[in-house]
Nanobody, 114 residues
Framework: VQLVESGGGSVEAGGSLELSCTFS????????MAWFRQDPGKEREGVAA?????????WYADSVKGRFTISRDNAKNTVYLQMNSLISEDTALYYC????????WGPGTQVTVS
């Protein structure tokens, strides 16, 4: 399983970005895909997750609730993270990960909010 993130960049505070994570490879019909972020000197933290199965559920970190939205496009094997009302504290390297029997991580995409 391989994952590639895209959509990072530099934006002013209050702006928006949409991250994409496209995966390839064979995965079961039930899985979890999540976004994590890490700023230098800080621990990696979970940002949002989407649980795909008979039902679809989402989870958000308190710090991004109401500002970030995770969604998926099954036909494109892609999960998105829409980020609105960005603040400087959102600056980090953002990773997507797919959780099945093992975890598979993408290389990350940088988000910088000034």
């Amino acid at each position: 399983v391989q994952l590639v993130e895209s959509g990072g960049g530099s934006v002013e505070a209050g702006g928006s970005l949409e991250l994409s994570c496209t995966f390839s490879g064979s995965i079961p019909s039930s899985y979890c895909m999540a976004w994590f972020r890490q700023d230098p000197g800080k621990e990696r933290e979970g940002v949002a997750a989407i649980f795909i199965g008979r039902r679809t559920n989402t989870w958000y970190a308190d710090s991004v609730k109401g500002r970030f939205t995770i969604s998926r496009d099954n036909a494109k094997n892609t999960v998105y993270l829409q980020m609105n009302s960005l603040i400087s504290e959102d600056t980090a390297l953002y990773y997507c990960v797919i959780l099945v029997a093992a975890s598979y991580w993408g290389p990350g995409t940088q988000v910088t909010v000034s």
